[in-house]
């Protein structure tokens, strides 16, 4: 009762300062990009939970169970690719300042280009977002053993809804500078907690060559490589930059959110790394995290605990489903200019049909969280010489990114469907398929020139 007391208390505060003067937010401008006058702590907050989610943190949490301390190879992903999009494209983007990542397609290559872009990237989302529910109905199954998962996630959906679906980006923000808050605190502390506790019987744990077999280093260098070509068009980071006040202000708080979100993520890693080494066993690696707190954690912290892996989730699905409202009206819908429209109803009715396909996917078709989170990052990496190459490249035509487009799609399914998940299909795909996909633009954009729509100066 204490914990679902605790727990109560703080998914109150956060939908409260979710909604908190939301009536007032009249204008799709300010519910879509927080009138573009975002700051720096704001930003930087938003920005970490963001990225800091349920679906990732349970992966990687699973792995330091499995492999122990060399799990920790896996924020380095983070911290590199993050810090990639701050040197190439931050304030890039935030120089374009336009409705969604995919108009800069429809801007430098063409509006057939343009809309191709924003579908894959919509399918991306989508799989993002199921993954999401997926891993927040997985956290709190052990909280309610008795409940069908589709009545957890159902729940779960609806508060989740309640905290971002009325004040849009601005009630977002709002609400992750209170979860970062409440994140910062709570993991540190937990792998502090772990690190102190007492020793049960000893059990089997990893050696570094086991565990370098159950974490290949060939498959986190991959990960990297595919995260630095990904990170930089997505959609859900770009919405954020773009509210942003400066260029500057959105390059110092993406570097500022890497090194956030490395520490987030090594913390929890290091928590059940020490959950393993401490004695404790779970039937299954992927709730290790779920049963360290059920099992380690005092009651009281143990409620607050549930609340802070709730917001995780939370604060990355409100940014993705509101990155996908604005993507659709901004590149599909021709009548109406965002910057005309008085109120927001449109844009309510948008993030609630998308978040809506979301939880049905979650329920239907996501198994394994962290499988389905890499494939859904093929049609974004296939966009990626498109990209680098618009903001660089004066040269790079409209038929060098359909080309790059159609290599890239090919490469990421043709490596899973020949060497799957169980043949380090990922290792193909990145250190391969990426460099394909760039020869590719690079060979067809020279053999057709001056075909682009407009080249942006940016």
Not at 313 to 339: C, E, H, P, R
Request: positive net charge.
């Amino acid at each position: 009762m204490i914990d679902l007391f605790i727990f109560s208390i703080v998914i109150a505060l956060l939908i409260s300062t979710g909604v908190y003067k939301s009536k007032r937010i009249k204008s799709e401008s300010s519910y879509l990009f927080a009138a573009r006058k975002t700051r720096w702590t704001a930003l930087t907050a938003t920005l970490v939970m963001t990225e800091f989610n349920s679906a990732t943190l349970i992966s990687f949490s699973s792995l330091g169970y499995v492999a122990g301390f060399w799990a920790l190879l896996l924020p380095f992903i983070f911290l590199f690719g993050l810090l990639f999009y701050a040197g190439t494209v931050a304030k890039k983007w935030k120089a374009f300042d336009g409705l969604s990542v995919a108009g800069f397609f429809s801007q430098r290559y063409g509006q057939d280009i343009g809309s191709y872009a924003s579908l894959l990237l919509l399918l991306a989302m989508l799989g993002f977002s199921a993954a999401y529910i997926k891993s927040l109905t997985l956290l709190f199954h052990p909280l309610l053993p008795f409940l069908n998962p589709w009545i957890i996630s159902g729940a779960l959906f609806v508060l989740v809804l309640g905290m971002g679906l009325r004040g849009g980006l601005i009630a977002i923000i709002r609400t992750d500078i209170l979860s970062a808050i409440f994140t910062v605190l709570f993991f540190p502390l937990v792998a502090f907690f772990m690190w102190n506790s007492e020793t049960l019987p000893p059990i089997s744990y990893p050696t570094s060559f086991f565990a370098e077999e159950i974490l290949p280093i060939k498959f986190v260098f991959s990960l990297t490589i595919l995260t630095m070509f990904t990170y930089i068009l997505a959609p859900w980071y770009g919405q954020k930059i773009f509210a942003a006040e400066t260029g500057k202000i959105a390059y110092r708080s993406v570097i500022a959110a890497a090194f956030i979100i490395f520490l987030l993520y090594g913390s929890a890693i290091l928590a059940t790394a020490f959950f393993k080494y401490r004695g404790f066993e779970c039937p299954s690696h992927e709730m290790a995290l779920p049963h360290l707190i059920a099992c380690c954690l005092p009651i009281g912290l143990r409620g607050f605990s549930y609340a802070v892996l709730f917001a995780t989730s939370a604060t990355t699905l409100t940014g993705v489903w509101s990155a996908m409202s604005a993507m659709w009206i901004g590149d599909f819908i021709k009548n109406s200019a965002i910057s005309k429209q008085k109120n927001c109803k449109r844009s309510i009715l948008i993030t609630f049909m998308f978040a809506t396909l979301s939880f049905l996917l979650a329920n239907t078709l996501v198994d394994k969280v962290f499988d389905k989170l890499i494939l859904a990052n093929i049609p974004v990496a296939a966009l990626s010489f498109g990209l680098l190459a618009g903001f660089y490249w004066k040269r790079a035509s409209r038929q060098g990114v359909l080309f790059s487009i159609i290599m890239g799609c090919i490469c990421g399914i043709g490596a899973y469907w020949i060497f799957g998940e169980e043949g380090g299909y990922t290792w193909y795909w990145a250190v391969y398929g990426i460099p394909l996909t760039f020869l590719t633009g690079i060979t067809a954009s020279l053999l057709y020139t001056n075909n682009q729509k407009k080249t942006l100066r940016i």
